[in-house]
């Protein structure tokens, strides 16, 4: 199965980490940020053109929630959408929240200070990453600590989940852009967060898109 996409993208790395912890296999195919620098596949995959997008064989499928859970129900080992009603209703709670409202803040920050400057080589607009994360990232990290494990332990029930997944793989991105939660204002989320990025499902994404962007930036 081909993944087309960046990992820097939080949610080609939300697909990619599920597959990971599923034991699934997945080939990542890059594709850029950019219409004109997108590949064939990935346009032929993608009707909207955003990645991630999916090709299993003659399977087309983008976005990745939907990805997701065509690979769930595909792959039954190691479920991470749990059947019991109500943590399956609050683990898509979770995706929702961290595709939604949390991206919706963190694109703003992203955007401007990575994707534009090092990608499509112009200046970032950093006033409004700076607004978001002055503005409209606070009452995100509230809600977050609220609902973070105390020590160890998942957002939903005693084992990893998707939400535990969507909800990380924003803070990986964010980390790009020199965005992170502080541990004395927000002491639960920065302590999960940190057991969660240092899973190898994340560090073996994080650590290739560190070295992407130093070779991009070097460049
Ligand atoms: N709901 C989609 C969102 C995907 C998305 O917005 N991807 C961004 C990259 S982080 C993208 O491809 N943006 C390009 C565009 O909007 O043209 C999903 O979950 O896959």
Known sequence: MILYGSSLSPYVRKVLVVAAEKGVDLQLEPTGPTPGQHSEGFLAASPLRKMPALRDGDYLLADSSAIIHYLEAKFRERPL???????????????????????ACGAKIFFNRVVAPVFLGRPGDLDAAAAAERDDMPPILDYLESVAPEQEGYLVGDRLTLADIAVTSP????????CAVSPSEHPRLANYLGRMLSRPSFTDWTNREQALLERVRAA
């Open 171 to 178: 803070w990986a991105t964010l980390a790009h852009a020199d």
């Open 81 to 103: 959408i749990p059947a019991e009603p109500r943590a399956r209703g609050t683990t898509i709670w979770f995706e929702e929240y961290a595709d939604t409202v949390l991206m």
